[in-house]
């Protein structure tokens, strides 16, 4: 589904944190009505709500005609993501709003499959492997995996922290195993700015099965965040505003020693 198809459905606020963008939207139909993106991680608690006022504002609507509030809930950003996650929820409690989540990672692949659809390219028969990733330190990556397929998107590996090194080596493993021609394209997409030597093995390893690897630079945007969400909204799949928590997919570094010191207690 593109964003320009045709969708009489009401207004989706979006908002997602999870990465030093923050990505917020409010798309009604076919019309982006409002969409902010700013580069400022450590600020987002201070501008986030000024920003969705601002959106609701510009775009001459008020909460009433929010339909429902869509927020990506990760992975990313371990503070990051709590900051759009406990602004939607509380949102979506006081105005009294279905709220759903997105996957962070499916919203950044699906954004920028659309950035670089081409209609002649996805009318030819095959696979575009669209591959999302985000920097998680120390060499790994969030990161999860989707096809593009006859106009058929789809998710093919949960997302989850793997080096980036082993996330390679686990599509060049994939793609050995594929048929020939059965896919044409691979878009490695995201903040691939510490991941270079990777990205371009990658395209190396798809030059050798005859397949185009795209190297995507691509920026979180809240329109697919409220694209996805719709999707999950007419699903029925909303969220508990109450119990709902972020996809953390790995301890932070406090709890990890927490763990560890619990776990050598329990030895003692």
């Known amino acids: 589904m593109r964003l320009d198809q045709k969708n009489q459905a009401g207004a989706i606020l979006a908002i997602d944190t999870s990465t030093a963008s ?3 939207a409010i798309v009604s139909g076919n019309d982006v009505l409002a969409e902010i993106q700013t580069l400022a991680e450590r600020n987002h608690s201070v501008h986030v709500v000024t920003h969705i006022k601002d959106m609701l504002q ?9 339909e429902a509030i869509a927020v990506g809930n990760g992975p990313g950003s371990y503070t990051g993501m709590r900051i759009a996650v406990s602004v939607a929820k509380t949102l979506a409690w006081v105005w009294n709003k279905p709220l759903v989540g997105v996957s962070s990672l499916e919203a950044l692949a699906y954004g920028a499959w659309h950035h670089s659809w081409d209609a002649e390219a996805e009318a030819i028969e095959g696979e575009h492997w669209v591959l999302p ?13 989707f096809s593009m397929t006859n106009k058929h998107w789809s998710r093919w590996m949960d997302d989850g922290v793997r080096l980036m090194k082993s996330f390679v080596d686990q599509m060049e ?8 021609g059965a896919v044409r394209i691979i878009s490695l997409v995201g903040d691939l700015s510490l991941h270079g030597q990777e990205a371009e093995r990658l395209q190396e390893i798809g030059a050798s099965a005859g397949v185009t690897v795209r190297l995507q630079p691509f920026v979180q945007e809240g329109r697919w965040i409220a694209l996805l969400g719709r999707m999950r909204l007419e699903a029925g799949l909303t969220e508990n505003p109450h119990t709902f928590i972020p996809n953390y997919t790995q301890l932070t570094e406090a709890e990890v020693v927490w763990k560890a010191k619990q776990e050598g207690e329990a030895k003692v």
């Open 58 to 66: 510009n775009s001459g609507i008020s909460d009433t005609d929010i």
């Open 133 to 145: 990733i985000m920097d998680a330190r120390r060499g790994q990556v969030y990161s999860s995996c």
């Open 173 to 180: 493993q994939r793609l050995a195993a594929q048929p020939a």
């Open 22 to 24: 923050m990505a917020a």
